[in-house]
């Protein structure tokens, strides 16, 4: 499995994680980069790509994240 498919993975676990909570959140990036261990600049890429895809719904500037249905049936089918 190639690095970025595993960090995409990884946010869409964090982000379905987030939605057993009785009331979801949207997730800060530095959510994402404090358990994934990697700096701002490149979470925000990461995420600005994923939105692009469909894979979640991110602001503009990446800051905040939700999963999408889209995310939801990669995360499941791995």
Not at 1 to 19: A, P
Request: hydrophobic share 35%.
């Amino acid at each position: 499995m190639t690095k970025l498919k595993e960090n995409k993975l990884r946010v869409l676990s964090i982000l379905n994680e987030n939605l057993r909570n009785r009331q979801p959140q949207v997730v800060a990036i530095e959510r994402f980069a404090d358990q994934m261990q990697l700096d701002l600049g490149e979470i925000r890429q990461l995420l600005l790509r994923m939105n692009a895809t469909g894979e979640i719904e991110s602001t503009p500037e990446g800051q905040y994240s939700l999963i999408t249905p889209t995310g939801l049936c990669l995360l499941n089918s791995r």
